[in-house]
């Protein structure tokens, strides 16, 4: 079946450490995003990428960290400089769809810091 | 930046009934995405319409869009128990990036 896997699906993270958010998609995709959503919120995109080697910030890219070496994967670093990083994070992939941009998400991972 | 705002931001309706969404956003787009979210789960899409459509049904879901009030609706009729989940419009200016609302949370009494 070809989807997006993330992990892991929770994760606690003392202050000051930084975590690594796992995202792989077997669709074949080029773009690929990730998003924060606080409770009771929308979506934020935090960071995409349209293609391998290359990616661009989002809304609130401070305090995270990204990399695209494969197609397939695309892991999310949160960093000590996230001031809030308590939140769901969700990872997407996009093709095209006769012009328009469809998203795939992941399951997400909540991350709560102690 | 989040440029969609779906109103009402909950709805609760009796299994049977429709529900009513809406959503205003602010700028051009090139078309707007409805997505569905179970609770504590990821986003599935449901319906995309076209700046340059007005209307589109998919099975049991309707969306409206009117660009000159820069506005969108999405209707459910006959909910379901299963409907129960939050729904979201994107708005997509054809920049590769999808902006979301908060969302509605509509929950279907049996």
């Known amino acids: 079946d070809g989807g997006i896997t993330q992990s892991p699906k929770y994760l606690f993270r003392k202050e000051g450490q930084n975590v690594t958010l796992s995202c792989e998609q077997n669709?074949?995709?080029?773009?690929m995003y990730w998003y924060r959503q606080d409770p009771g919120q929308g979506l934020r995109l935090i960071y995409y990428?349209?293609?391998?080697?290359?990616?661009q910030k989002g809304d609130i890219a401070e305090g995270y960290s990204v990399s695209r070496e494969k197609k397939e994967s695309f892991p999310l670093t949160v960093t000590s400089a996230q001031k809030n990083p308590t939140a769901f994070y969700l990872c997407a992939s996009s093709h095209d769809r006769a012009g328009a941009n469809v998203l795939t998400f992941g399951a997400g991972s909540r991350l709560t810091v102690l | 930046s989040q440029q969609g705002e779906e109103d009402p931001q909950a709805l609760s309706i009796q299994e049977g009934e429709n529900a009513t969404m809406n959503c205003s956003y602010k700028t051009s787009i090139n078309n707007l995405q409805w997505y569905r979210q179970n609770s504590g789960r990821g986003l599935v899409h449901l319906i995309l319409?076209?700046?340059?459509?007005r209307e589109k049904h998919s099975g049991r879901l309707r969306v409206t869009l009117d660009t000159s009030k820069k506005s969108s609706s999405l209707l459910i009729t006959a909910s379901r128990a299963a409907d129960t989940a939050s729904y979201f419009c994107?708005?997509?200016?054809?920049?590769?990036?999808?902006?979301f609302g908060a969302g509605t949370t509509v929950t279907v009494r049996a």
């Open positions: 669709l074949n995709h080029d773009a």
């Open positions: 990428s349209q293609i391998v080697n290359d990616f």
């Open positions: 319409i076209r700046s340059n459509e």
């Open positions: 994107a708005t997509d200016a054809g920049d590769y990036k999808l902006s």
